[in-house]
C-alpha cells in the first residue's frame, strides 16, 4: 500500500507501521531448476573449451548441490546461495582494495610528498596558530548563480 | 511559491516545505522509517510534506539541498592528500559511498522524487553551504528584524564554525573557521573518549558533566585547543585520529588523558565524569568568546545559533547569563535536520528577495510542531484494533490526565502535530509528576531504558517560569539550562562530599525528579499560543496541586526514534511499563489492554546510542 497517494492526497498513515509488500519471490525449486544446468553449462565451457580442471569440478559439485538442495533439502540450497553471497561480496571487496589502494598511494601519497616540498599543508595543521586570529574573512558571494551550483 | 528544502546522506535527513515563505511543514525521516539518525533520502517525509501542503507533486517550484556536495567531496580528496600514506582504510571505506551516491546528489534527489511521485521542478535546484543554511534557519524564522548569528557544529563542507549578521532579509557570513578545526569534533572527540555514541552520544556526555570537576580543563587547553582572545581556535590534530583514522583521537590523546578510551556499556569512573564536565567547560568558555566577538563585530543585541553545538543547552543558558546579548534565539532543530528548513528559507529570501514579516517576540517556527497530526483519526484506528480506550470530552481531557499525573502514574502522550527537531515539547512526550521522588529512577529504567545518571527535563507555564527557576526568559524548545531556585532546593552543601550513586537518589529540592545533581534543570515553558492542550494539562495539574510544573521527556525508548503515529506510541506503550496513554481524545489504561504479544526481543530493533 501507498503511504501517500498522490492522486487521491491521502495520508495512508497506518500502512507506516506495517511491513512493506513483499514481491512474491520465485519458488526455491524452479531458482535451482534454472541455475543448476546454468552452472554446469559454465563447467562445461570452462572443462571442454578452456582446458581447465579445478574451478569446473568445485562449480559441478555445487550445481548439483544447488539442484540437491533446491528440490529435497532447502537449508542446503540456502547455504550455498549465502556461500555465494558471500564469495560475490569478498570478490567486490579484493578488486575494490586491487584496485584503489595502490591509486590511493600513488596519487595522495605522491601528491603529499609534492605538497610537503612546497611546504603547503591543505589542512593548516600547525599548532599552536602563529595568527592573532584564526577567523578566515569569508568571500562576498558575487552572484545568485552561486546557489545553483554544488560548490 | 511552494519551496522543497531536503538535508539528506549524513545523518538525521529531512525534509521542509515553504509556501510562499510560510513554514506549512518540517519532519525527520526516522520518525517515518523509525531508524534512529536514518540518513536515506527523506521519501516519507518528502511526501507527508507535499500531503500537509496540499500540492500535487508538478506543483513544486524549487529544491534546496542544504549543502554543497562537491566542496565536500574536494574537502575529503584535500585531508587525504594531507594524511597519505596513513588514512587509507577510510578512503576505502568513503570511496566506494562516494563514487556510488553522494557524487550524483542531483540525479539521486531527481530519481528519488520520481519514485515519490514528484516532477523535479526545471532548473530550480538550489545548493546553498551547509553552514548558510544553518544560519538561515538561525535568523530567517526568529523574532528579530536583525541580529548576529553564530553557527557552530562538527563540519559541513569546510566550514565547523561560522559568524554572520541578518538584517531584514539580508544575511552575510563574515568570518568562519573550517575543518579540521572544529568544537563539534572537539566534543564528539571527548564523546567517542567516555565511551559513547559520537552523533548521538554527545547529549549523554553533557548529562554526565555535572557530576564531575573540571580537573582536565588545564590538559585540554595545554595539548588539544588554541584558543584566540575572539573566540577562534586551532585544534591540535597530533591527538586526534579523525583525519587519518577511523576513530576519534588516537594513542597520544590516551596518554594525556590518563588511558585508553573507555569501553562503551562499561563502568562509568570519575575519570569519565571529569572529562565531560572539563570539556563542557572548554565549549562554554570557547562560545562565550566567540559571542563576544561577533556582538563587537556587529552590534547587536539579538544572538541567533543553530549548528549541533546550539543544542549545548548548558552553554546557552552560560551564554544567556554571562553573554552580551540581551535576547538569544535558537533554532529548535539546530542540528542538520534544520538545515533542510534553513536551505529553503535561503531560496525565499535571499534567491528570490522575497521581504521577511517579523513579529516580534513570536518566531515563526509554530512551536516547532511542524508534523503530522493523528488527532482525527485516533478513534477509528483503536475501533479497528479493538484497543479499549475512553473517550474525553474537551472539558474533562486535562484535569483528567493532570488528576493521573499527579498520582505519580508515566503517562505517553501523543497529541496534535508532531514535533520538528530533536526535543519532544508536548506532542510525542512522556510525562510525570516532577514532584515525585521515584519519578527519575522509574523512568530510567523502566520506561526508557537507559542510564540512570541521565536527568529529565521539566515542563512549566511560561508565566511561573520564575517561581521555579533562575529564568526569566521563555524557553519554548527546552534549549535552555537554568538552576532550580535556591529556596527549592536541599541539601546542596552535603551534596558535594556524596559519591555519585547517592548523588542520583538524593532528594535535591521539591521538585526532585527534574533537579539534576548540580540543581540544574533543562527547561521548557509553554504558553497557550504554542500549544494549548499541553498548557491547559500543566495548568490543571497547578490547580490540583499548586505545582505549573511536570516532567517532559520524549516518547521513546533508548535507541527508537521518537514516536510519529498512534499506532508506534500504542506500541512503545505496551512495551514498556507506561500506565496510560493519550492519544488525542482518547486515554488508554495499561490494565484494560489486551496482553501485547510479540515475537523475539524487540529490544534488538534498536541500536542503542
Ligand atoms: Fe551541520
Known amino acids: 500500500m501507498k503511504i501517500h497517494d498522490e492522486k487521491t492526497n491521502q495520508w495512508e498513515w497506518k500502512a507506516l ?3 512493506a509488500p513483499v514481491k512474491k519471490a520465485m519458488a526455491i525449486q524452479t531458482k535451482a531448476l534454472i541455475q543448476a544446468p546454468a552452472m554446469l553449462g559454465i563447467a562445461a565451457l570452462m572443462y571442454f573449451g578452456f582446458d581447465h580442471v579445478v574451478v569446473p569440478s568445485i562449480v559441478a559439485v555445487l550445481s548439483v548441490l544447488v539442484l540437491a538442495g533446491g528440490l529435497f533439502y532447502h537449508p542446503l540450497f540456502h547455504a550455498v546461495e549465502r556461500g555465494g553471497r558471500w564469495f560475490g561480496h569478498m570478490v567486490i571487496v579484493t578488486v575494490n582494495w586491487i584496485l584503489l589502494a595502490p591509486f590511493y598511494f600513488l596519487v595522495f601519497g605522491f601528491g603529499r610528498l609534492v605538497l610537503r616540498l612546497q611546504g603547503i599543508d591543505p589542512m593548516d595543521r600547525a599548532y599552536p596558530a602563529a595568527a592573532e586570529t584564526c577567523w578566515l574573512p569569508r568571500k562576498k558571494i558575487e552572484s545568485l548563480d552561486q546557489y545553483r551550483k554544488q560548490h | 511559491m511552494n519551496i522543497l528544502g531536503i538535508s539528506a546522506f549524513y545523518h538525521d535527513s529531512a525534509a521542509c516545505l515553504l509556501k510562499d515563505g510560510r513554514i506549512v511543514a518540517a519532519a525527520q525521516e526516522e520518525r517515518f522509517t523509525r531508524k534512529k539518525h536514518d540518513e536515506r533520502f527523506p521519501m516519507h517525509a518528502v511526501r507527508y510534506c507535499l500531503h500537509e501542503a496540499g500540492l500535487r507533486g508538478d506543483q513544486l517550484d524549487a529544491v ?46 531527481e530519481t528519488a522524487l520520481d519514485a515519490c511521485g514528484i516532477k523535479m521542478p526545471q532548473d530550480a535546484l538550489y545548493f546553498p553551504e ?30 565547523t564554525t561560522a559568524i554572520g549578521h541578518g538584517r531584514g532579509h539580508e544575511l552575510d557570513i563574515l568570518f568562519d573557521i573550517h575543518f579540521p578545526h572544529s568544537l563539534g569534533l572537539l566534543y564528539s572527540a571527548f564523546t567517542y573518549f567516555t565511551g559513547f555514541k559520537v552523533n548521538s552520544g554527545e547529549y549523554k556526555l553533557m548529562g554526565l558533566a555535572p557530576y564531575g570537576q573540571p580537573t582536565y580543563v588545564r590538559e585540554i587547553y595545554d595539548h588539544l585547543i588554541d584558543v584566540k582572545a575572539d573566540g577562534s581556535f586551532k585544534l591540535n590534530m597530533e591527538l586526534f585520529g579523525y583525519l587519518d583514522g577511523l576513530t576519534m583521537t588516537n594513542d597520544k590523546f590516551s596518554e594525556a588523558f590518563g588511558g585508553p578510551p573507555r569501553k562503551a556499556e562499561s563502568e562509568i569512573s570519575q575519570r569519565e565524569m571529569d572529562l565531560a564536565r572539563s570539556v563542557q567547560v572548554v565549549t562554554e568558555e570557547v562560545i562565550l568568546k566567540m559571542a563576544n566577538h561577533v556582538q563587537a563585530l556587529t552590534g547587536e543585541k539579538n544572538l541567533v545559533m543553530a549548528g549541533g553545538v546550539a543544542l549545548n543547552c548548558v552553554a546557552n543558558g552560560r551564554l544567556l547569563r554571562e553573554g552580551p546579548f540581551d535576547n538569544i534565539w535558537i533554532q529548535p532543530a539546530a542540528g542538520d535536520a534544520g538545515g533542510a528548513l534553513g536551505a529553503a528559507q535561503l531560496v525565499w529570501h535571499k534567491v528570490h528577495q522575497k521581504p521577511r514579516t517579523v513579529v516580534p517576540s513570536k518566531d515563526a517556527m509554530q512551536g516547532s510542531f511542524l508534523g503530522p497530526n493523528f488527532d482525527a483519526e485516533v478513534e477509528a484506528y483503536l475501533e479497528a484494533r479493538g484497543y479499549p480506550y475512553r473517550k474525553l470530552s474537551e472539558a474533562e481531557w486535562a484535569p483528567e490526565v493532570a488528576r493521573l499525573v499527579a498520582s505519580e502514574n508515566v503517562i505517553g502522550l501523543c497529541q496534535g502535530r508532531m514535533e520538528f527537531g530533536p526535543r519532544a515539547l508536548g506532542g510525542r512526550s512522556i510525562i510525570g509528576d516532577a514532584r515525585s521522588e521515584k519519578m527519575q529512577s522509574v523512568m530510567n529504567l523502566k520506561i526508557k531504558y537507559r542510564e540512570s545518571f541521565r536527568p529529565f527535563a521539566p515542563t512549566c507555564l511560561e508565566e511561573d517560569v520564575s517561581e521555579y527557576f533562575e529564568l526569566e526568559s521563555e524557553s519554548p524548545y527546552m534549549l535552555l539550562v537554568a538552576q532550580v531556585r535556591a529556596d527549592r532546593c536541599i541539601g546542596q552543601a552535603e551534596a558535594a562530599s556524596l559519591p555519585m550513586r547517592e548523588r542520583i537518589n538524593q532528594k535535591r529540592s521539591d521538585i526532585p525528579a527534574i533537579t539534576h545533581v548540580d540543581y540544574s534543570a533543562r527547561v521548557q515553558t509553554v504558553n497557550r499560543e504554542r500549544n494549548p492542550r499541553y498548557y491547559d494539562l500543566i495548568k490543571a495539574f497547578k490547580d490540583q496541586t499548586g505545582y505549573g510544573v511536570i516532567i517532559n521527556t520524549s516518547f521513546n525508548v533508548r535507541g527508537e526514534p521518537i514516536v510519529c503515529t498512534p499506532e508506534d506510541a500504542y506500541r512503545c506503550f505496551m512495551r514498556t511499563e507506561m500506565d496510560y496513554l493519550v492519544l488525542g481524545d482518547c486515554l488508554l489504561s495499561k490494565t484494560d489492554q489486551p496482553e501485547w504479544q510479540e515475537k523475539g526481543d524487540w529490544r534488538e530493533d534498536f541500536v542503542l546510542d
Not at chain 2, 551547509?130 to 528584524?145: G, T, V
Open chain 1, 17 to 19: 507501521g506495517a511491513p
Open chain 2, 64 to 109: 534546496a539541498f542544504y549543502d554543497k556536495p562537491i566542496e565536500k567531496f574536494v574537502r575529503i580528496l584535500k585531508t587525504y592528500f594531507s594524511v597519505a600514506p596513513q588514512g587509507l582504510q577510510s578512503f576505502m571505506m568513503a570511496m566506494p559511498v562516494w563514487m556510488r551516491e553522494k557524487l550524483w546528489i542531483p540525479l539521486e534527489i
Open chain 2, 130 to 159: 551547509h553552514h548558510e543554511s544553518h544560519a538561515a534557519s538561525a535568523f530567517y524564522p526568529s523574532p528579530f528584524d536583525s541580529a548576529a548569528v553564530l553557527t557552530v557544529d562538527g563540519v559541513g563542507e569546510w566550514s
